[in-house]
């Protein structure tokens, strides 16, 4: 029994063949196209949406694909979109994973794989330096902000106590003061009355003595003509 050709040799290469090994031939090509007619066809299948997370495996950069038109996406499908890639990137890395630790994959499969996950290794380093960097800034801000508030909080509260000792002494000037007014106003208050009661008997002292220097010196003329009558 010979060997069957390849079925993409041309036919001008393949050896005489025999009606048996022909027959068995035509047999096994029937075989594979109705396996090809039930297999789906994947070049004829039609691209799904950007935003679906089924995609189809064998296709290169199907994730990149995936990721175009995201200008005319709302920002929930962005974010199913993102999330639905990462998915598939981790359910990617761990059977490649599987597959190695089984030996269906050797290290010369993965070797591409391997520098993808050292370049990753090395945008995440970067990336952690940077954040370090910015964290650092950030605390030296943040000290800075607040040394300065404490300043700014040790100035308000001693003028805060300023004030406040300002304040007790002006209350107590003012209360001395309305104190002093209510006193002067009381003293005026008696010296009013003490005008009022005393300018009444003043005038009747007057009007008594000059009653009587008129009386006096009425007797005092009498007594002199009596005395003149008597030295006549």
């Not at 050292?118 to 801000?141: A, C, F, N, S, W």
Request: proline share 5%.
């Amino acid at each position: 029994m010979s060997e069957i050709p390849h079925p993409l040799q041309p036919r001008a290469s393949a050896p005489p063949h025999s009606p048996q090994d022909e027959s068995l031939t035509r047999n096994r090509a029937l075989n594979m196209s109705s396996q090809n007619e039930s297999i789906p066809n994947t070049s004829s299948t039609p691209a799904m949406a950007p935003h679906d997370s089924v995609q189809i495996p064998n296709i290169p950069g199907s994730c990149a694909l995936r990721l175009e038109n995201l200008e005319q996406q709302t920002s929930t499908t962005k974010s199913e979109l993102v999330a639905s890639i990462a998915a598939d990137i981790c359910a990617t890395f761990i059977s490649i994973a599987k597959h190695s630790e089984e030996g269906t994959l050797q290290a010369q499969h993965t070797g591409v794989i391997d520098n993808v996950i050292q370049t990753i290794r090395d945008t995440d380093v970067k990336h952690r330096h940077m954040l370090h960097r910015q964290v650092r800034q950030l605390d030296k801000e943040r000290k800075w902000i607040q040394k300065k508030y404490s300043r700014l909080a040790g100035q308000a509260d001693g003028l805060g106590r300023t004030y406040q000792t300002k304040l007790r002494k002006l209350t107590v000037s003012l209360r001395e003061a309305r104190g002093e007014v209510a006193r002067l106003q009381r003293e005026r208050a008696m010296l009013r009355d003490c005008l009022k009661k005393n300018e009444t008997p003043n005038d009747n002292v007057d009007g008594e003595f000059e009653a009587d220097v008129e009386e006096v010196d009425g007797e005092y003329e009498i007594a002199e003509d009596g005395d003149e009558t008597v030295d006549k």
